[in-house]
């Protein structure tokens, strides 16, 4: 899979070097290209902003400089997806990640000020080339670039050969089962008074498994009803209902 991500502050990718992500980078995993915007201005100041038309605060990023950008990377094929992030995004989940894991390639348009002109991802859709812009969640940040950090990650890491041990991506939280994930433990068995939960220590698979679903159960019930909601309705058996 290739991932092109486009930003003014492409120092701001540098941490995908790090870890799994820039490991997999190496090994030719994921080909992970990072690209300054200014490359395509023309002016000698580099200006890849203007005032909004209809007025308001702040600065709107031109669409000539990002069509400049966006036309070299992303062909007419449809094998390409154009990645928007932007406070009016659908919410990024572990489904959409899952979904651009699919991707062949992937282009991450990262904006700054206000945002994009909004003629810009208008323009790409009518030449057939899917684009989605995406919102990590209900709070404001100044840019695209955090959300390029968060979408490769939780994109790359569900490519084949970039987790050491893949079934570590089954029992996720937001997982298949929808759960959060079960509290986990390790070496020692007592810390400073807070002893592990004995059934952990039991050896007893199916108590322990049990045990784990009882928690994820109580957690999710606690911390997401909205998750519980959206529950199928098979999803719960009968010794999950006696919770
Ligand atoms: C007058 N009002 C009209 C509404 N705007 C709204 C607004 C517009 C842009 C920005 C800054 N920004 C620029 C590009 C960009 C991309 C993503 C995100 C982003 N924020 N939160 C997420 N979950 C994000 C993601 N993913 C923010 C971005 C902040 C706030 C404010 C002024």
Redesign the pocket.
Known sequence: MRIDVVTIFPEYLAPLELSLVGKAHRAGLLDLRVHDLRTWTTDRHRTVDDTPIGG???MV?RPDVWGEALDGLLGDDGAVELL??????ER?TQRTAERLAAVPRLVVA???????DARVAEHYRARGVPVTE???????????E??ALVVVEAVARLLPGVVGNPDSLVEESHGAAGLLEYPVYTRPPQWRGHDVPEVLLSGHHARIARWRRDRALERTAERRPDLVARLPADALDADDRRL
């Open positions: 308001g605060a702040g990023m928007v992030p932007t406070p009016s995004g990024f990262c904006g700054r000020y206000e945002g994009i995406v919102s990590l969640g209900d709070y404001v940040l100044n840019g695209g955090v959300a």
